[in-house]
Structure formats: C-alpha cells, structure tokens
C-alpha cells in the first residue's frame, strides 16, 4: 500500500539529493546497464510488484485500488496481456485487498512454473489474515483472458503485520514474507504445497535490521533467484544482496551483511525481481511514465 503522500514527498525528495551526491562522491552511484525506457501501460500507474520469466517478459501488478487482475508487459513497456483471477468474495467490488508483490516459482505439479500474487499490504495492522494467489504460468497470452487459480490465506504468529516483500524459496519450498515497518522487520514463512483456500498461521523464521530511518528504510520488495542461491531486498532508498550458502535456510543467509547493489533512485520504487537466469534484476517505480531499470548483478571477491 502507498505511504502517506503527503509525508513521503516532503521526507524524500532532499534525502535523495543529499544520499545520489554522497553516492557520486563515493563512486558508488550506477545507473542501468539498459537505458530506461517508459512503462506505457496507464493501467500500471501503482505498480507495486514485478516478476520476470522467460523471455525478459514482465508479470507486474498494482497495489491497493485495483481489481483483481495483473498484467504482462514486454522489456520495452509494451501491454502484452491483462490477466483477471477471481479473488475474495468478502472483498466487494475489487476482491482483492492490496495486492503488493509478485513471485516465481515452483508448484504442485513437478517441473511446471508457477506465479505468486501477494495480497499482503495491511498499512492499518489489521486484516486477520492476508491472502497469496498461485496462477499456473501461461503458456499463451491473450490481450484479456481469465486465469485459474489458488489462494492460501495466511495468518501471522504475532498479529497482524504490513507486508511488501513476498519470496519464494525453491530449495527450502515455502513462501516467505518480510514485514515492511519496523526498525527490525520480521521474516515469515509457510509451506509452499499449500491446498486451495487453506488457512495457515506462518513460521517466524527470524529478524532483519537494515541501516537508515523512518520510511526511508521500509522493506518494500524482494526476490530470490530461481536456483535458490541469491536474494535481494530493497527499500526505498537502496537495493541490498545476498548469496546463500548450501541448504541455509533464508532468515540465515541474511544474518549476513549484505551487499550493496547499484540503483538509481526512483520517486517511489515498490519493486525488483531477478531475471531467469540470475545475472540481472529490474526495477521499476510506481506513478506515470514510470521507467524499466535493468542492472547487472557484479562480480563479487
């Protein structure tokens, strides 16, 4: 879900200056490896989520105040497909809540690809649980279809948390969330083969502490590459890696300290997501003309 507005514009835009003029200064400031280029869809003008497949092709959604649909676009911005699923019948009109991020990954059925839709965001603290969709990836796209699909309904330990982070971890098979708010954000996880319409209480797996104050610091996307070995976390202000090691579980891997990966500061950048091939990520920020951000994963020592 969108912060206050108001507060974040106000709060933002200078800390952005001062942070973009420190980065140059400290040579660690890199733009996209791609030149950017418009996000045309006027349907994706919240876009809050993005998930790659084959292809370079975009799966991407918009958060709170949207149907229940999500949209396929091309690396070009190009509206390849809207793809409409029934969500919650309790949620009149829209069926969905807030919709905030966006997964791949494996599914019930061996060797088939699979699409997670995060109905996660809860800015109030309040929704007794929060909804993730399961959609079969397509084979074909149409400029409108319908897709079938499953939902799982998930509860927290410790009471209802705002979340924009939602992972899926292939070697551990479970769906991992990160809470978006506090100073130390929490990290959850349930089981991945979950049974349509279940209703599950999630595992805390651990904590995050991540540098910096206020909004500025707020957990707002996250993915995990598809063999399982690389993990990125970004907020508002930076994008933060890391590598796991062997069958550590994800709460361990980021008991680490992370690297600091390049991105170009965006007015509101709810989202990133690995290429298939985990050599690279994009990012993209909500509102018009937002643009695609392609970036190279480095090397590291």
């Given at each position: 879900m969108r912060p206050n507005t108001d507060r974040l514009m106000a709060f933002i835009p200078s800390r952005i200056a001062i942070f973009t003029f420190l980065l140059v200064l400290l040579g660690l400031g890199a733009s996209a490896q791609n030149a950017p280029v418009k996000v045309v869809p006027a349907e994706l003008s919240e876009l809050s989520g993005l998930f790659i497949s084959?292809?370079?092709?975009?799966?991407?959604?918009?958060?709170?105040?949207?149907?229940?649909r999500f949209f396929a676009i091309d690396a070009k911005g190009k509206l390849i497909s809207t793809l409409y699923f029934k969500g919650d019948p309790s949620i009149k009109r829209l069926g969905v809540t807030d919709c905030e991020d966006i997964a791949g990954g494996p599914g019930p059925v061996k060797d088939k690809s699979y699409i997670y839709l995060g109905d996660i965001g809860d800015n109030g603290g309040k929704r007794p649980y929060v909804t993730v969709y399961r959609f079969a990836e397509p084979s074909k796209l149409s400029g409108n279809m319908q897709i079938q699909n499953d939902a799982v309904h998930l509860k927290y330990p410790n009471g209802p948390q705002d979340a924009e982070t939602l992972m899926i971890d292939p070697i551990s098979k479970e769906l991992i969330i990160?809470?978006?708010?506090?100073?130390?954000?929490?990290?959850?996880?349930?089981?991945?083969?979950?049974?349509?319409?279940?209703?599950?209480?999630?595992?805390?797996?651990?904590?995050?502490?991540?540098?910096?104050?206020?909004?500025?610091?707020?957990?707002?996307?996250?993915?995990?590459?598809?063999?399982?070995?690389?993990?990125?976390?970004?907020?508002?202000?930076?994008?933060?890696?890391?590598?796991?090691?062997?069958?550590e579980s994800i709460s361990e891997a980021l008991r680490r300290k992370p690297t600091n990966l390049p991105y170009t500061l965006e007015s509101q950048g709810e989202a990133i997501g690995f290429t298939p091939d985990g050599k690279a990520y994009y990012c993209i920020s909500e509102g018009k003309d937002a643009v695609i951000y392609r970036y190279n994963i480095p090397k590291l020592p």
């Open positions: 084959k292809g370079n092709l975009i799966f991407a959604h918009n958060d709170s105040g949207d149907t229940s990160v809470s978006k708010r506090q100073d130390t954000v929490g990290i959850y996880s349930a089981p991945l083969f979950f049974k349509n319409k279940d209703t599950l209480t999630m595992k805390k797996q651990g904590s995050l502490y991540l540098p910096g104050r206020g909004l500025l610091k707020y957990v707002v996307a996250g993915d995990i590459s598809r063999d399982g070995r690389q993990i990125l976390l970004k907020t508002y202000t930076g994008v933060y890696y890391w590598q796991r090691n062997g069958k």
